[in-house]
């Protein structure tokens, strides 16, 4: 097909290659600390990508999907901290709980509707932040050590640093591969007809509230599985995870990667996290930086990567 | 009971200044329709030039003046540089910017005066207590704050109903393309009120910061409640916000205790201290569901949209 | 023929505004019935009322004999009732096709499927192609919205309310911001589904309406003043006081 060599699709191509040898580059220059910045680019890319499908896809703007990291996180803290470490256990729980708090947080917001929903989404995830660090139990405002990770009765060692990494890579391509399919699909076409034109499809037939229900759950289940790789990931969970501010760092990585695309969320991001270790090499106050950037991205780049990308016209 | 009039008092001065902090809010998304979250920052500004400024000039009153000038003078450059380009774009637009300014303030005061924070020493004539009932007695900086917030929030009012200006932000509260089209100076109009809205945060953040704190991050922490209040009361109504922050900062402070309290008969003292703030503010978001389910508009809605 | 759409006392006010005022009108199976007025008579907040998106304050709608008053928006369609709307309403960051197929996917079940490629669905892509070649913008399917023109999106509008396969068609002002030759490309569509569909037109454009209506309904402040067939509407002296007479000063 004539159309699959573009810049785009070259750059996507060249990024997932990369990603996928990593490790490889990893054992020959020894450099350990590239895997591990990149698994939890990777984790976030997987967050992002759910966040996208609410934001980007179906333009509800969210403020409060951090919380989902915590909620993933903690289900699998919790269960640690009380000596359960099946990881048969845990994730299922933190799926489900991640779930049902999107059913009744999307329930309430999304009968509301442009500022007074980012409000309102961003009220209930605080909402929870302060009732996990409420908990004294599990560590309240200092956060959890998570003495081992999840254990899934010795067929994946989530310990081997390689190991996780491809693990949270395959989980990446997964998740993009379901959005992938869910945004092309007839419940994707809703979706995005919501986003695009409310009243019409309301007009043409549409009980539109139910499918953005649906589609919110959804996120917030994918949200709730980052989650839980974070805690298997930095061996740490704390309410900071799920503070707001958090929750425009994911909203800032759709953004700036591109909203509406699929690789978007990932070169997010990347793009985020690369700058983050690159700039604070150069000077420990690199969010000076990042502040106008991201106004000037808004002002003039509002399509991100991708479209920046999609510009790139070749003679 | 001397303890519940003095929680009260002290829900009071809470809710005076989250009305500061509100009222801005609100005024400039009635009328701008803006939404700021950088306001924080502006409230985190008032609080370190306050003690910058008291520093230096070894004047509490000085000090105090000073900075709610040089937080006019940042509101007003950061309205003229950053929020012009803002004004008619979508929501996430401005979500996005202010929250690049947040990050942008945050590390710029952190470059300045460095990440630990600064303290702000209360002046001796203002250090003692105050008996305002008999045999009842009230921190004399507290009773100053509520009454400052109090002659601020009337005149705030007078300005709003009884002048010329007031009545251009009320009709630019209501319907802002008549205001332009009357042939008003509206980039001249934005200013000032944005102006009046970093001022009002300035007063805000320095009038807390010899009682709770000064220091980087402030802002994030209280702007939500601000929001909550705006919605709460509605929308460009700063009647909504004084009403919706009143019952916001009595809800806090009150629950707060007293939820200690009952969560200390049956739990440890370590629980009770860290779920009672949990629960007061589970109690705050709750009101806000309520009222965003039953009157979408707000308690006091100026009518926009 | 029997009524297929009847419209009982209907009323609305806005504040202190009488949008609509004890307006009652009957619509035969099969014929196209124009509704007109000034201005501000209240005929966009009429079709407003009859497709679900406003709720009257009293009064009642039924259509096919059913007490529709109380049926949500996207009810109505799915019972045969649908609308093209005055300013152009489409999907413009989606394709022309896409438009369409929507409108027919909202007919085609629920939405609830996550997996198969809904732009490869035949069931779904032939109705929208065939109802765009109906309207004649067979060759521009794959152009995004945005990309086409003001005619062309009027076209589109009518193309997404046939795709729902309606019994009944309320037209929104379809001439609206149309040249002459658009104009007449869209009364002789409309002469053509004619024959189908039973429409209720609501239009400024008084060469279309007398050459399109069967019956004519003439609206003033929300009020119906007069009812019945052109040549009785045309010759009617309240209405040509109230409406034509100023129309004609116009066209001269």
């Known amino acids: 097909m004539k159309g699959w060599l573009n810049a785009r699709n070259v750059f996507i191509a060249i990024v997932l290659v990369a990603l996928t040898l990593l490790p490889v580059y990893a054992g020959i220059t020894g450099d350990r600390f590239v895997v591990t910045l990149f698994t939890r680019i990777i984790i976030l890319a997987i967050a992002a990508t759910s966040l996208n499908l609410i934001l980007g896809y179906g333009g509800m703007m969210s403020f409060g999907h951090a919380a989902y990291l915590g909620i993933g996180g903690y289900a699998v803290g919790i269960f640690a901290h009380e000596g359960i470490y099946s990881g048969f256990i845990q994730w299922p729980v933190a799926l489900i709980m991640s779930a049902l708090f999107a059913l009744v947080i999307g329930a309430l917001s999304l009968r509301t509707r442009g500022v007074y929903f980012i409000m309102i989404t961003l009220a209930f995830a605080q909402m929870a932040y302060y009732v996990v660090a409420g908990l004294a139990r599990y560590g309240g405002d200092d956060g959890l050590t998570i003495y081992k990770r999840s254990d899934f009765a010795g067929l994946v060692n989530l310990s081997n640093k390689t190991f996780f990494y491809y693990f949270c890579l395959i989980v990446l391509y997964a998740c993009i591969y379901i959005v992938w399919r869910l945004v092309n699909s007839r419940f994707g076409l809703v979706i995005q007809g919501v986003r695009s034109n409310e009243t019409r499809m309301r007009a043409i037939g549409f009980p539109t509230y139910r499918y953005r229900l649906v589609c919110f759950v959804i996120a917030g289940t994918m949200c709730g599985l980052a989650g839980a790789l974070v805690a298997n990931h930095t061996d740490f969970v704390s309410p900071a995870m799920m503070y707001w501010t958090r929750s425009g760092d994911l909203i800032v990585m759709v953004v700036l990667g591109g909203m509406g695309s699929l690789f978007g969320p990932l070169f997010g991001a990347v793009a985020l996290l690369v700058l983050e270790e690159v700039l604070s090499g150069v000077t420990e106050y690199w969010q000076i930086i990042l502040g106008p950037l991201l106004l000037l991205v808004v002002l003039f780049a509002r399509g991100g990567i991708d479209g920046l990308l999609g510009k790139v016209r070749h003679a | ?305 | 023929m029997p009524d297929l759409l009847q419209v009982d006392n209907l009323a609305k006010r806005f504040g202190g505004i009488v949008a609509t005022d004890e307006l009652s009108i009957n619509i035969s199976e099969g014929e196209l019935h124009a509704v007109i007025g000034p201005n501000g008579a209240g005929k966009t907040t009429l079709i407003s009322q009859l497709s679900g998106q406003l709720v009257p304050d009293s009064g009642r709608i039924r259509f096919d004999g059913n007490d529709i008053t109380a049926v949500p928006m996207h009810a109505r369609s799915a019972l045969g009732l649908a609308r093209t709307f005055q300013i152009t309403s489409l999907f413009l960051d989606l394709s022309v096709l896409d438009n369409v197929a929507l409108a027919v996917q909202a007919r085609a079940g629920h939405s609830f499927r996550f997996w198969r490629n809904a732009r490869r669905e035949p069931e779904l892509r032939e109705p929208a192609r065939a109802a765009l070649d109906r309207v004649g913008l067979g060759a521009r399917t794959h152009l995004p919205t945005s990309a086409l023109s003001h005619g062309e999106h009027r076209q589109i509008e009518l193309a997404m309310a046939l795709a729902s396969k309606p019994r009944m068609l309320l037209l929104d002002e379809p001439m609206a911001g149309l040249g002459p030759e658009e104009s007449a490309r869209m009364v002789a569509m409309l002469r053509e589904l004619k024959k189908e569909l039973t429409i209720l037109l609501v239009e400024h454009d008084m060469e279309a309406v007398f050459a399109l209506a069967d019956r004519i309904t003439v609206l003033v402040y929300g009020r119906v003043i007069a009812s019945g067939k052109p040549e009785d509407i045309r010759n009617n002296t309240q209405v040509r006081d109230a409406y034509l007479g100023e129309q004609e000063a116009v066209h001269g």
Not at chain 2, 175 to 199: D, H, P, Q, S, W
């Open chain 2, 1 to 305: 009971m001397t303890l519940f009039i003095e929680q009260c008092l002290n829900g009071l001065q809470f809710g005076l200044l989250l009305f500061m902090l509100a009222a801005g809010l609100t005024l400039v998304f009635g009328i701008m329709d803006l939404v700021n979250l950088a306001h924080g920052s502006l409230y985190m500004i008032g609080a370190y030039f306050a003690a910058t400024f008291t520093a230096w000039t070894g004047s509490f009153l000085l000090g105090v003046a000073i900075a709610l000038g040089g937080t006019l003078l940042v509101g007003m450059a950061v309205e003229v540089i950053v929020m012009r380009r803002l004004y008619g774009r979508d929501h996430l637009d401005h979500v996005l910017a202010t929250f690049g300014l947040i990050l942008f303030f945050d590390e710029s005061v952190r470059l300045i005066w460095g990440p630990a924070g600064l303290s702000l020493p209360l002046p001796s004539w203002l250090n003692a207590p105050v008996q305002i009932l008999p045999g009842i007695y009230y921190s004399a900086y507290k009773l100053s704050i509520i009454i400052v917030s109090l002659a601020v929030a009337a005149g705030l009012y007078f300005l709003v109903m009884r002048t010329r200006i007031g009545m251009l932000i009320r009709a630019g509260a209501s319907n802002r393309e008549m205001v332009g089209a009357l042939g008003v100076n509206i980039k001249l109009l934005y200013t000032l009120v944005f102006g009046l809205g970093a001022a009002l945060a300035g007063l805000a953040g320095l009038m807390q910061a010899p009682i709770l704190t000064v220091q980087i991050g402030m802002g994030e922490i209280i702007i939500i409640l601000a929001f909550v209040i705006t919605v709460i009361g509605g929308i460009g109504s700063i009647r909504g916000a004084f009403v919706a922050a009143i019952f916001v900062g009595l809800i806090d402070t009150l629950g707060r205790s007293y939820f200690t309290d009952l969560i200390r008969l049956a739990f440890s003292k370590e629980t009770a201290a860290t779920a009672a703030p949990a629960l007061s503010s589970m109690l705050i978001y709750l009101l806000m569901a309520v009222v965003l389910v039953v009157r979408p508009e707000g308690l006091f809605s100026a009518g926009q949209k």
